[in-house]
C-alpha cells in the first residue's frame, strides 16, 4: 500500500464535497451508456469462427501481413539498413514537396502507436494470455512491418498536394485514386467507409483509451479522483496543441516522443539487468507459453490470439492509420517512406512492447502453482492471478515498482506523455478522414477538433472495459477495409520499389549528404 502524498490526501477530501460526488456520479452514468450502447459493434468485430474462439479478425490481420511479407521479399528485413538511412536524412531533398521530414514523420507515426498499447496493453495481453502472448506479439510485429511498408508507400503515391504546400493523405484516397487508376469499382465506398471508422478509432483507441489509461495511472500515484477530472485537464492541453495543425503536432512530436521512448526502454532496461540472472528463465516462460500455454485460458490459442491482438492495437500495422501522417512527407519517392515506416511496428512491438513484458515477467507478478509451475486463473475469470490483484496498467505500474519505489512516478510521467503524444497523432487522423468526408475548411476543422476534446473527458470518466473494447474493435474495423483495399493495390507498390530499388544500385538516386 502507497503512502498518500499531500495531493492524495486533498484529493480523498475532495471526494467528500458535492462536486466530487457529482463527478464521480457523472463517471458512473458515462460507463453505463457507453457500455449499453456499442456492445453489439464490439460483437460484431470480433465474433470467431464458426466452432472455434478464434476471432475472424486476427486471422484477417495475420494472413495479410504474411502475403505482403512474401510478396515484397521479407522487405522487413531486406530494407532495414536503408531506412535508418532514410530517416537519419541521407537521402532527403529539402526541395521535395510535403509538409514534414522522414523523422519527424516518423516520430508522428510513432507518437500515435507508441502509447498506453504498450503499457496497458501488453499487460493485459500478458494478464490474460500468459507469458507466451508476448512470442505472438514479436512474430505479429516483424510480420506487420510488411504491411506499415505497402499502406505507407501508397499513401504517399495518390496523396492530394495543396497550393498553400499542406496534403491530405492515407487510404480514403489511395483507394479511391488507386482503384479508379486500376479501373476497379468501389474505391470510393471503402473510402468513405474507412474514413468513418478511421473517426470512431481516433475517437476510441487514439483517445479515449488513452485518457482512460492515463487516469488510472495517475490515481495509482496520487489517489483515487474522478476521471472527469483528468479528461478536462487534458482536453485542455491537447486542445491547445492540435489548433496549431501537423506541423505544430510534428514539432511536439519530434521531441516527446524520443525522450519518453528513452525513458521508458531505459527504465525497463534497468529493471531487466538487475534482475539479469532471471532473463534466460523469462524468455523460456515465453516460448513454453507459446506453444503450451502454460494452464492460461485457451493453451497455445489464448496465447496466440491475445499475443495478436495486442500487436495489432499497439502497432497499427495495416490499419492505415499511419499512412495518413507519412502522407505529408517531404518526398518525390512514395518507396521511401514505405521504407521508414516499416521501422515503426519494430520499435513500437519487437522493442517496447517486448520490454514491458519482461518486465511483468522478470518481477514476478504473475502467480504460478508452485508444483506444477501452470499459471493460476482468477476464480471465475479467465485472467491469470497476480500478487496484488493488479490489471491493465496497474500490473505494469506493480511490476515496475518492484524493482524501486519510486519508479511508478517515472512511468506515470511515461504514461501521461505515451497519452498525450497519442492523442495529438490521432487528432489529425481523424480529422484528415473527417475533412474527407465534409469538405475542407477551418469551420470544419474546428467542429471535429472540438468533438475530440470533449471524447477525452469522456474517455477518462468511463471503465477499461467498456473503453479497450470498443477501442479494439474501432481500429480493427478500419483494417477490414484497409487491407481488403491493399490486396488490389499492392501490384502498384510492387512496380514502384522494382523501380526504386534498380536507380538506388545503379546511383540514379543519391545521397544529399
Not at 465534409?438 to 467542429?447: A, I, R, V
Request: glycine share 12%; with cysteine.
Amino acid at each position: 500500500m502507497k503512502t498518500p502524498t499531500r495531493f492524495a490526501a486533498s484529493a480523498a477530501a475532495l471526494a467528500l464535497t458535492p462536486a466530487a460526488a457529482a463527478a464521480q456520479s457523472f463517471d458512473e452514468t458515462v460507463n453505463s451508456i457507453f457500455a449499453s450502447s456499442t456492445g453489439w459493434f464490439v460483437n460484431l468485430i470480433f465474433s470467431p469462427f464458426p466452432g472455434t474462439t478464434f476471432p475472424w479478425i486476427v486471422m484477417w490481420l495475420v494472413v495479410a501481413a504474411t502475403v505482403f511479407t512474401l510478396y515484397f521479399g521479407f522487405v522487413q528485413f531486406t530494407a532495414f539498413r536503408h531506412s535508418i538511412s532514410l530517416v537519419k536524412g541521407d537521402y532527403s531533398d529539402p526541395n521535395d514537396a510535403g509538409e514534414v521530414s522522414h523523422f519527424q514523420a516518423l516520430a508522428t507515426a510513432l507518437s500515435g502507436t507508441v502509447g498506453l498499447g504498450n503499457i496497458a496493453g501488453v499487460a493485459v495481453a500478458v494478464g490474460i494470455g500468459g507469458p507466451g502472448a508476448t512470442f505472438w506479439m514479436i512474430l505479429a510485429g516483424l510480420l506487420g512491418m510488411a504491411s506499415k511498408f505497402t499502406e505507407c508507400t501508397l499513401g504517399v503515391k495518390y496523396r492530394n498536394e495543396y497550393a498553400d504546400g499542406t496534403v491530405s493523405g492515407g487510404p480514403m484516397y489511395y483507394l479511391t485514386k488507386g482503384f479508379a487508376e486500376r479501373g476497379l469499382p468501389g474505391g470510393k465506398v471503402l473510402a468513405v467507409l474507412f474514413s468513418i471508422f478511421c473517426i470512431l478509432g481516433a475517437l476510441g483507441g487514439g483517445n479515449m483509451f488513452q485518457a482512460n489509461q492515463a487516469h488510472a495511472q495517475i490515481a495509482n500515484v496520487v489517489g483515487d479522483f474522478p476521471g472527469v477530472i483528468t479528461g478536462v485537464i487534458f482536453a485542455v492541453i491537447v486542445g491547445l496543441v492540435i489548433m496549431g495543425g501537423l506541423q505544430s503536432i510534428a514539432k511536439v512530436t519530434e521531441k516527446v516522443v524520443p525522450f519518453m521512448g528513452i525513458l521508458y526502454v531505459l527504465t525497463a532496461l534497468v529493471i531487466i539487468l538487475i534482475n539479469y540472472d532471471k532473463i534466460g528463465w523469462a524468455f523460456g516462460q515465453i516460448f513454453a507459453g507459446a506453444f503450451t500455454g502454460l494452464g492460461v485460458a485457451g493453451g497455445m490459442v489464448g496465447a496466440l490470439i491475445q499475443g495478436f491482438k495486442r500487436a495489432a492495437f499497439s502497432n497499427e500495422a495495416g490499419v492505415g492509420s499511419a499512412a495518413i501522417a507519412h502522407s505529408a512527407v517531404k518526398t518525390k519517392e512514395p518507396i521511401t517512406e514505405g521504407y521508414v515506416s516499416l521501422l515503426e511496428p519494430f520499435i513500437d512491438t519487437v522493442v517496447i512492447c517486448t520490454m514491458t513484458a519482461l518486465v511483468i515477467i522478470i518481477s514476478g507478478q504473475l502467480v504460478a502453482d508452485p508444483n506444477t509451475g501452470m499459471y493460476l486463473l482468477d476464480e471465475g475469470a479467465s485472467t491469470i492471478q497476480t500478487v496484488d490483484g493488479n490489471k491493465g496498467v496497474a500490473l505494469t505500474s506493480a511490476a515496475f515498482s518492484s524493482a524501486f519505489g519510486g519508479f511508478q512516478y517515472v512511468l506515470a510521467l511515461a504514461v501521461i506523455l505515451f497519452a498525450f503524444s497519442t492523442m495529438i497523432s490521432w487528432s489529425y487522423y481523424g480529422l484528415k478522414a473527417w475533412t474527407y468526408l465534409f469538405g475542407e475548411g477551418k469551420s470544419k476543422e474546428m467542429t471535429f477538433k472540438a468533438i475530440f476534446c470533449v471524447f477525452i473527458v469522456i474517455g477518462a470518466s468511463a471503465s477499461l472495459g467498456p473503453v479497450i473494447d470498443f477501442s479494439d474493435a474501432a481500429i480493427f474495423a478500419m483494417a477490414v477495409v484497409n487491407i481488403f483495399g491493399l490486396y488490389f493495390l499492392m501490384p502498384i507498390v510492387k512496380r514502384e520499389l522494382n523501380s526504386y530499388v534498380a536507380r538506388l544500385k545503379s546511383g540514379e538516386i543519391k545521397r544529399f549528404k
